[in-house]
Nanobody, 120 residues
Framework: QVQLVESGGGLVQPGGSLRLSCAASGSIVSIYIMGWYRQAPGKQRELVAT???????NYADSVKGRFTISRDNAKNTVYLQMMSLKPEDTAVYYC??????????????WGQGTQVTVSS
């Protein structure tokens, strides 16, 4: 059984910073691409950033230069450092991890979501 647990969301003023974490636990053989998505009210879920097992990163244009994705392979954890936050960054943020669990094929897993609200 694999679980993803997110933490780090909250309320922050414009220009502020937050750091999200997502830890995968359970019977995991390998972890591949890790990423963050977000969904604002009334909008579709969108890609924020991804990072491969080799450390290659990809960002949505709207967050380039402000957000940084990283991973700790020893802890099966992915992070999203968010800086210079804007009200339009307000959304529920979900981590997404492609991994191979024990005795099964590669599957995609989602975190439970964490609310990020940017408001004065």
């Amino acid at each position: 059984q694999v679980q993803l647990v997110e933490s780090g969301g909250g309320l922050v003023q414009p220009g502020g910073s937050l750091r999200l974490s997502c830890a995968a636990s359970g019977s995991i053989v390998s972890i591949y691409i890790m990423g963050w998505y977000r969904q604002a009210p009334g909008k579709q879920r969108e890609l924020v950033a991804t990072i491969t097992s080799g450390g290659y990163t990809n960002y949505a244009d709207s967050v380039k230069g402000r957000f940084t994705i990283s991973r700790d392979n020893a802890k099966n954890t992915v992070y999203l450092q968010m800086m210079s936050l804007k009200p339009e960054d307000t959304a529920v943020y979900y981590c997404h991890i492609d991994l191979r669990p024990l005795r099964d094929a590669v599957q995609a897993y989602w975190g439970q979501g964490t609310q990020v609200t940017v408001s004065s």
